[in-house]
């Protein structure tokens, strides 16, 4: 699987859109980008994932380069209940595994 | 909501005891996973199974064991407890799903068990 890398933390305002960047340059045409979050230690939650369109659904938006070289994680009011690590992973579907980063701590403030 | 339990969620125990951590789904999964992680470090995954009678190792070596005898039972155990054994261990499950018009294996996590060995 690609490997991606994301920025270590990032503010937010509360109210506002909080933009996440993911980088995966060696990304395979056949390969999803997956984005999940993890809240004070809580088991991961799924968020999103796309192939080559963008997607949007209830928590978050998910915006692909053409290239697919790179993505953007929108949550477009953070709340501060969406303080939390956010981890861009980057797998082939069928091998259903997913290999952890860092991710990106996101902190919401009032 | 997914419906994936882990227990206990947390226990506290002494050096050399045999201790099963329970994990348990209802979604009917075939998929399911073992996590480790360390506070505020990565997870990695240390144990996975694609069906009954079916486990395999992860990325990460482990002195635990597994096993899966039923669909929504994927119990791990450590037969002689250690302090670096101490960690919080998360479980997973997947199937496979229709999501935003594309085929998924969306994992679903359980809420962890935090393993403090003394």
């Known amino acids: 699987d690609a490997k991606t890398t994301q920025p270590t933390s990032m503010d937010c305002a509360e109210g506002r859109a909080a933009n996440l960047p993911c980088n995966h340059s060696t990304i395979s045409g056949n390969e999803y980008v997956y984005w999940y979050r993890q809240i004070h230690s809580q088991g991961p939650q799924y968020i999103i994932h796309g192939l080559k369109n963008n997607e949007t659904n209830e928590m978050a938006s998910l915006i692909i380069t053409e290239d697919r070289k790179s993505s953007t994680l929108i949550l477009p009011h953070a709340t501060l209940r969406d303080t939390a690590v956010y981890y861009c992973?980057?797998?082939?579907?069928?091998?259903?595994?997913?290999?952890f980063g860092t991710g990106t701590r996101l902190q919401v403030f009032p | 909501e997914a419906d994936i339990y882990q227990t206990p969620r947390y226990l506290v125990i002494g050096t050399g005891k045999k201790i099963t951590l329970e994990c348990s789904q209802t979604?009917?999964?075939?998929?399911m996973y073992w996590y480790q992680q360390d506070p505020g470090m990565e997870l990695h995954l240390i144990h996975y199974?694609?069906?009954?009678?079916?486990?395999e190792k992860g990325d990460l070596s482990s002195e635990s064991t597994v096993s899966r005898i039923r669909t929504e039972h994927f119990p791990l155990t450590l037969e002689s407890a250690r302090p670096s054994h101490t960690s919080q261990y998360l479980c997973a499950s997947s199937g496979l799903t229709a999501l935003a018009g594309s085929p998924s294996y969306e994992q679903y996590f359980g809420p962890g068990t935090r393993l403090t060995v003394t």
């Open positions: 979604m009917g999964h075939d998929k």
């Open positions: 992973i980057v797998r082939v579907d069928n091998t259903d595994k997913l290999i």
């Open positions: 199974s694609y069906g009954v009678n079916s486990t």
